[in-house]
């Protein structure tokens, strides 16, 4: 019985938990659709059983569905991810599997109303509760269990245009959000089948060559580059909800293969606030401000008000540094506010004074520190 429906006058529903499988309120004033039915058609203990017992089914029924449409998330993606393979290609092959990988993880963390991408509702129609005889209409409050909403903080989809289409090229959006910025960024992944053929019918010919040359990758990296079989662009979400274009370019600092950058570029966007802490993710940084407080103005940062600011404060002194000091005192500050931030309470409920990093001013000097 559904005690907090309980009136001080007396009332008490007789609803059992159908109430709370609706998510409505009954009171003496204003009593629920079960409540207002017995009243009016007489309904029998054995029908009230059967209805609760009815309802639970089709609640249980309803969760399935949000089950298997999260779970097809995750299997869509992988899908989506996998056709971008090809036969002979065996390190782009291992490229894209390490992609499925950070897809894979990002998924796994799981959705809730600050982190999801993409959501979906399921109801589930009980007005077909064979208690009721012929001519008797379920009230509107018991004829639907209330929507169940399955949620993801990743998704992939086909983002392919006309003209795209035409030249053999696909285009695979993927969306998600920092895991504490709550910011929504997109990876549109190009891939061009032709193209991957054709290296891919040379490969051993050229791996060969490249082997006389041991001290670095550069003839299969130029023919991967050359060939361009796949590319990918950066967008973060602006305050209205549209795309901003952010110029993220490894150019191969990852591996030789772009998938392996694609990969990389998963987890360091998931953890965007640490990321932009790295001297050379000067793109990333600009604007992380602005984008992270709009992310919190929209319900979505999990981040507090006190550590937003105390992670833009890093920023200034991260971009101070890289003009001011050498490489390798810029990175032990970079290493400094990581250790920091890594406490999830560092910041949380309190502003924090200035980072002293007094100790790294004798390693600075007049000239601009060398981006890597």
Same mark, same amino acid.
């Given at each position: 019985?559904?005690?907090?429906?309980?009136?001080?006058?007396?009332?008490?529903?007789?609803?059992?938990?159908?109430?709370?499988?609706?998510?409505?309120?009954?009171?003496?004033?204003?009593?629920?659709?079960?409540?207002?039915?017995?009243?009016?058609?007489?309904?029998?203990?054995?029908?009230?059983?059967?209805?609760?017992?009815?309802?639970?089914?089709?609640?249980?029924?309803?969760?399935? @569905? &949000?089950? &298997?449409?999260?779970?097809?998330?995750?299997?869509?993606?992988?899908?989506?991810?996998?056709?971008?393979?090809?036969?002979?290609?065996?390190?782009?092959?291992?490229?894209?599997?390490?992609?499925?990988?950070?897809?894979?993880?990002?998924?796994?963390?799981?959705?809730?109303?600050?982190?999801?991408?993409?959501?979906?509702?399921?109801?589930?129609?009980?007005?077909?509760?064979?208690?009721? $005889?012929?001519?008797?209409?379920?009230?509107?409050?018991?004829?639907?269990?209330?929507?169940?909403?399955?949620?993801?903080?990743?998704?992939?989809?086909?983002?392919?245009?006309?003209?795209?289409?035409?030249?053999?090229?696909?285009?695979?959006? /993927? @969306?998600?959000?920092?895991?504490?910025?709550?910011?929504?960024?997109?990876?549109?992944?190009?891939?061009?089948?032709?193209?991957?053929?054709?290296?891919?019918? $040379?490969?051993?010919?050229?791996?060969?060559?490249?082997?006389?040359?041991? /001290? $670095?990758?550069?003839?299969?990296?130029?023919?991967?580059?050359?060939?361009?079989?796949?590319?990918?662009?950066?967008?973060?979400?602006?305050?209205?909800?549209?795309?901003?274009?952010?110029?993220?370019?490894?150019?191969?600092?990852?591996?030789?293969?772009?998938?392996?950058?694609?990969?990389?570029?998963?987890?360091?966007?998931?953890?965007?606030?640490?990321?932009?802490?790295?001297?050379?993710?000067?793109?990333?940084?600009?604007?992380?401000?602005?984008?992270?407080?709009?992310?919190?103005?929209?319900?979505?940062?999990?981040?507090?008000?006190?550590?937003?600011?105390?992670?833009?404060?890093?920023? @200034?002194?991260?971009?101070?540094?890289?003009?001011?000091?050498?490489?390798?005192?810029?990175?032990?500050?970079?290493?400094?506010?990581? $250790?920091?931030?890594?406490?999830? @309470?560092?910041?949380?409920?309190?502003?924090?004074?200035?980072?002293?990093?007094?100790?790294?001013?004798?390693?600075?000097?007049?000239?601009?520190?060398?981006?890597?």
């Amino acid at each position: 019985m559904n005690e907090d429906n309980n009136e001080a006058g007396g009332w008490v529903c007789e609803s059992g938990d159908v109430c709370d499988l609706f998510q409505v309120r009954c009171e003496s004033d204003n009593k629920c659709c079960w409540c207002t039915m017995k009243e009016e058609q007489s309904l029998s203990p054995q029908v009230q059983q059967g209805y609760e017992e009815y309802l639970a089914e089709k609640k249980a029924k309803q969760e399935a @569905e &949000a089950d &298997a449409t999260n779970n097809a998330y995750l299997a869509d993606g992988i899908a989506r991810l996998n056709e971008m393979k090809q036969s002979g290609l065996d390190a782009h092959n291992k490229s894209i599997d390490l992609c499925i990988a950070a897809f894979t993880d990002i998924f796994n963390m799981g959705a809730d109303d600050q982190s999801m991408v993409r959501e979906d509702g399921h109801t589930a129609d009980v007005s077909d509760f064979p208690g009721f $005889s012929e001519g008797q209409q379920v009230r509107p409050c018991c004829n639907k269990l209330p929507s169940m909403w399955t949620m993801t903080n990743i998704w992939a989809y086909d983002d392919t245009g006309e003209y795209d289409r035409a030249r053999n090229k696909k285009t695979l959006s /993927i @969306e998600f959000r920092g895991k504490e910025s709550g910011i929504k960024y997109k990876i549109s992944i190009s891939y061009k089948h032709q193209r991957a053929f054709k290296l891919a019918r $040379s490969i051993d010919v050229i791996v060969q060559a490249n082997s006389l040359y041991p /001290i $670095s990758d550069s003839v299969l990296r130029g023919f991967v580059e050359a060939s361009d079989f796949l590319s990918f662009q950066v967008h973060r979400e602006d305050a209205d909800g549209g795309w901003d274009y952010l110029c993220i370019d490894p150019s191969g600092d990852f591996g030789v293969w772009p998938g392996d950058d694609v990969a990389t570029l998963f987890m360091c966007l998931y953890d965007d606030l640490n990321t932009a802490l790295d001297p050379a993710m000067y793109t990333l940084r600009h604007g992380m401000q602005d984008a992270s407080k709009i992310a919190f103005l929209n319900g979505n940062s999990k981040s507090s008000i006190h550590r937003l600011a105390a992670y833009e404060a890093a920023f @200034e002194r991260v971009a101070e540094a890289t003009k001011k000091m050498k490489r390798e005192a810029a990175l032990s500050l970079t290493s400094k506010l990581k $250790s920091d931030f890594s406490d999830p @309470e560092y910041a949380r409920d309190s502003p924090r004074a200035g980072i002293d990093y007094e100790m790294l001013q004798d390693e600075a000097w007049e000239a601009d520190w060398n981006d890597y």
